[in-house]
């Protein structure tokens, strides 16, 4: 039987997708709390992965081997790399790439090591599935996710990506870095800390997995500012709508 992980960086990202569990109860390992439940017929386990590389490691290979979950859906936000994209898109996971990750010479730039290989695919179904919940939640409208006077404040007009996604252990807030980032990496969408160390444990474990993350911010000189408003204000309905929809599908 299926048994989905679900984690987001934030505890705004991933509270409301916790109070979606039916029949619940409350795990606590390595200072964790993971929900262990049902979102309408499936089983899941919910948690806040903890921000960064290392620490969504952790939460994420306790997911696989304590609780022994078959996918991994990681929800959040993510600052927009590509030109283009806006707060309040939303990017699917293709693949998944390290931005910090360097052991020149001995290994080529972003290469994993002993892995050999710069990106991780992100399972093509799951992937799909959750491409097709965020065009569902869409088509219905913004509105219905987070309210008409969100949708005025954020000038939401949201649409659906799929691409690549970086990850590193730094909170991206200038055009220079974000420009550095899209310079070595073009084919990037958007920049988060978490994605890409997750996609490695699923690597290494056989796992399917895929990330959603939805824009809060352009990674440039006012992404801390953008990024508290949309965290404070809308993170959460956007993953619980999305959570909720995707859970629908499975
Ligand atoms: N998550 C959301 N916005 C981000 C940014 N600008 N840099 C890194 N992670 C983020």
């Known amino acids: 039987m299926r048994n989905i992980?679900?984690?987001g960086a934030m505890?705004?990202?991933i509270d409301e997708v916790k109070a979606l569990l039916t029949e619940k109860t409350t795990v606590t390992i390595a200072n964790r709390e993971f929900v262990v439940g049902k979102i309408g017929t499936t089983r899941c386990v919910v948690a806040f992965s903890?921000?960064?590389k290392v620490a969504a490691t952790i939460t994420a290979t306790l997911l696989i081997q304590e609780f022994g979950v078959t996918d991994l859906v990681f929800i959040g936000t993510a600052?927009?790399?590509?030109?283009?994209?806006?707060?309040?898109?939303?990017v699917v996971s293709?693949?998944?790439?390290?931005?910090?990750l360097d052991a020149r010479p001995i290994i080529p730039r972003f290469e994993l090591p002993l892995l050999n290989r710069m990106y991780v695919g992100s399972d093509y179904q799951l992937s799909e599935l959750a491409g097709k919940a965020v065009s569902n939640l869409l088509e219905k409208g913004v509105e219905n996710i987070v309210g008409e006077d969100a949708v005025k404040e954020f000038n939401l007009s949201p649409k659906l990506y799929f691409g690549d996604i970086a990850s590193g252990d730094q909170f991206i807030n200038s055009n220079e870095k974000r420009l550095e980032?899209?310079?070595?990496?073009?084919d990037v969408l958007c920049v988060e800390m978490e994605g890409a160390a997750v996609a490695q444990v699923c690597l290494e474990f056989g796992t399917?997995?895929?990330?959603?993350?939805?824009?809060?911010?352009?990674?440039?000189?006012?992404?801390?500012?953008?990024?508290?408003k949309f965290i404070a204000e809308v993170a959460n309905a956007y993953s619980r709508a999305i959570i909720s929809e995707m859970m629908r599908l499975v």
């Open 208 to 228: 399917p997995f895929t990330v959603i993350r939805t824009i809060s911010d352009s990674a440039d000189h006012n992404a801390r500012v953008d990024f508290s």
């Open 5 to 7: 992980g679900i984690l």
């Open 11 to 13: 505890a705004q990202e």
């Open 181 to 186: 980032i899209l310079g070595l990496l073009p």
């Open 79 to 90: 600052g927009a790399l590509a030109d283009g994209l806006k707060v309040g898109d939303i």
């Open 94 to 100: 293709r693949r998944l790439v390290q931005h910090d």
């Open 50 to 52: 903890k921000w960064g």
